[in-house]
């Protein structure tokens, strides 16, 4: 039926219904193939674009490596580590006595405080609610603190004039950076 119809046309119409056909069929094939294909180059070539930015930043950090690593070793001798809370808390507490007792502090009330978990380390706070100590004695105190190893910091400190001129009393709050390692990658020296 329809090829009958189709000998009754004309030359022209014959021409005129093979190009709408043709014509059909490319936007048929625009739509459901040569679109989506385009579309996916497109993106393809906006990941290129994107991880070869990010490539070039990690070029960039690679670089940078013998520098950071340099930098590593300048101040790798002041992070200290220790197994547990507990032995960082006595290394604290001895490093402070040990450092008032060669300065001449007298620490008459002291006590620690829960150490803050930090994303790669550990602050620890020791409280000393009452010192005493002549002024020469305290000021070398003081300056001898950032000598300690391990990051070692008055992070507050009070100070109250006593009836002998040449003593002073207080408190004041000292931290120590630490990072806790598993069991058996603790060195002797902390490292």
Known sequence: MILERLEK???REKIGLLLAGAIMLLLVMDRLLINPILRQYRDLDHRIVVEKKEVDVIKQAIGMKDSVYRRYLDVAHLA???ESEAVGIDVMKGQIDDLAERTGVILISREHRKPEKR???HEFFVDI???EAPETNLIAFVRMVPEVPGLLRIERMNLLPDRNRHIVKGSMLISKVLMIAPSGNVTEDGQ
């Open 80 to 82: 200290q580590r220790v």
């Open 129 to 131: 609610r009452e010192f």
């Open 119 to 121: 994303p790669y380390h």
């Open 9 to 11: 046309l004309g030359t």
